[in-house]
């Protein structure tokens, strides 16, 4: 595993319309990943957001500073190659919000 944060994220930007389309939403692809995952989110209020990558047993194994966002839906690019295959918990956290999603690495 690598250190938290390091080499974490790849860009972030602005998603097309028709992306995400739920108040809060959460999407992670190509699943699975190899090197580079994207995720994908909406934010309605102006919010400061990290994410962070848990192994099954809990342990944070991957720490992701996002930055803050305005209303919007955005996708960033996460280098994920250091991680061993397998099935990792991808968690993004904001002021008030607080999602989780499945992600598989190969």
Same mark, same amino acid.
């Not at 595993?1 to 998603?15: H, I, K, Y």
């Not at 995952?37 to 934010?43: G, K, N, T, Y």
């Not at 500073?65 to 918990?89: A, D, K, M």
């Given at each position: ?15 097309s319309p028709g992306g995400v389309n739920a108040e809060w939403e !959460?999407?992670? %692809? ?5 090197? $580079? ?7 309605h209020q102006e919010s400061p957001l990290h994410a962070a990558i %848990?192994? !099954? ?6 720490? $992701?500073? !996002? ?6 839906? %955005? ?12 099935? %990792? ?13 499945? $992600?598989?690495?190969?």
């Open positions: 595993f690598d250190e938290p944060g390091a080499n974490a994220l790849a860009g972030t930007m602005p998603s !959460l999407k992670a %692809y190509p699943q699975p990943a190899t090197d $580079i995952l994207s995720i994908e989110f909406r934010v %848990y192994d !099954l047993t809990g342990k944070v194994v991957k720490t $992701i500073p !996002l930055g803050v966002f305005t209303p919007g839906t %955005y996708t960033s690019q996460v280098t994920v190659e250091s991680l061993h295959p397998g099935i %990792y918990l991808l968690q993004v956290i904001g002021n008030e919000y607080n999602k989780q999603v499945k $992600i598989v690495i190969q």
